[in-house]
């Protein structure tokens, strides 16, 4: 069957991933890139023998690019979409969907009106590791989840990152950095959110860029570095979550775990697809594994994208998707508003994961047989 030709736009650290992966995808071929910087797009096409390097405008209005993958900064990831959407292309974005929620509202709109598909990172859920946690919550392992916690402890990128400044401006910090793959897995698991409080602040000011020709540099921190809330689910589940840039030293918090009335359930890290999923039941003194729905590798970025061209093709919703996204991004902006509002905010978005779980590329190789 013909692969869907694609481009990149944005050619910095998480494209060489995006590039090797997709490298193997039977549904998607990357014909082209394009950076603000020239040199690194050219650098990407050599690594990966990409036929054409393109400025940003070019790629977006090229004849044959009918997909474009936007791998730019948070605070462009709106901008660029709305113009492949407006150019009559389909587009998978990196994580977050948008900074603002009217940004993130216009995608969404836009690419309704036009009939086109927007894809939205994370798409780690897919993994063995959240769909296989899936599986066991259907089958009643754990009983009624009624409670989780989810904790992401870290020190910051400036600390591996050579360019860490976007972290700290708005659209960054922990919570828009590695909220989308907790968040995103939660309600994959749990279901829609109904309302958070939460308590944010900027714990440790003063910072500098640890890594790299800038390091020394003084970074400005301007968006809160510890988010801690809890999320009431529609389900009448209750979830604290702290995600966290403050945390000096290595935390042994679990990643998240899911509370049953019939037990426990260990769910790996959400930022990788794969990871042992454990199961203590009420009364039990020990854990045990979780067989795994499928094999996978930790790091299969793409696969969202993936799943939305067979879910074009067989004319159904796809999984990592611009609902998804936005109920999400509705989510983080409510920890903030909640506490410098200091209240409960209702989210007025939802989103009703799919009822079938998800087995990975071979069962999309087989859907397309």
Not at 92 to 107: F, H, M, N, T
Not at 231 to 254: E, H, K, W, Y
């Amino acid at each position: 069957m013909k692969r869907v030709k694609a481009g990149i736009i944005g050619c910095g650290n998480i494209s060489a991933v995006y590039l090797a992966n997709l490298k193997k995808s039977p549904f998607i071929e990357v014909v082209a890139v394009a950076d603000l910087l020239v040199d690194r797009a050219e650098e990407r096409a050599n690594q990966f023998g990409i036929g054409s390097v393109y400025t940003v405008d070019q790629l977006i209005h090229s004849q044959e690019v009918e997909l474009v993958f936007n791998l730019t900064v948070p605070g462009s990831h709106a901008l660029t979409d709305l113009a492949v959407l407006e150019a009559g292309k389909h587009v998978y974005s990196e994580k977050p969907l948008a900074v603002s929620l009217e940004d993130g509202k216009q995608v969404a709109d836009l690419a309704r009106e036009k009939g086109l598909r927007v894809g939205c990172a994370p798409d780690t859920f897919l993994g063995a590791g959240i769909q296989t946690a899936r599986s066991a919550i259907k089958e009643g392992l754990i009983g009624s989840p009624v409670a989780a916690t989810a904790f992401f402890m870290g020190e910051g990128p400036e600390w591996w990152h050579h360019d860490p400044e976007f972290f700290y401006a708005s659209g960054g910090g922990p919570m828009f950095d590695m909220g989308p793959y907790y968040l995103t897995a939660l309600v994959n698991l749990l279901g829609p959110i109904r309302r958070i409080s939460a308590s944010a602040g900027i714990q440790i000011p003063g910072r500098k860029i640890h890594s790299g020709p800038k390091s020394g540099t003084p970074l400005q921190v301007q968006t809160p570095t510890h988010l801690s809330g809890t999320l009431d689910f529609v389900n009448g589940a209750m979830v604290t979550m702290i995600t966290s840039f403050d945390i000096r030293g290595a935390s042994d918090l679990p990643r998240i775990e899911i509370y049953g009335t019939e037990g426990i359930l260990s769910v790996p890290d959400p930022n990788e697809f794969n990871g042992e999923v454990r199961l203590r039941k009420f009364g039990e003194e020990e854990w045990r594994t979780v067989a795994p729905l499928f094999e996978c590798s930790s790091n299969e970025r793409g696969l969202g994208a993936n799943e939305m061209i067979t879910a074009m093709r067989a004319g159904r919703p796809h999984r990592a998707s611009a609902e998804l996204g936005y109920h999400v991004l509705e989510a983080m902006h409510a920890f903030q508003r909640s506490s410098m509002e200091g209240r409960h905010i209702n989210l007025e978005s939802t989103y009703e994961p799919s009822e079938e779980l998800y087995y990975g590329t071979e069962v999309m190789s087989a859907e397309q047989s």
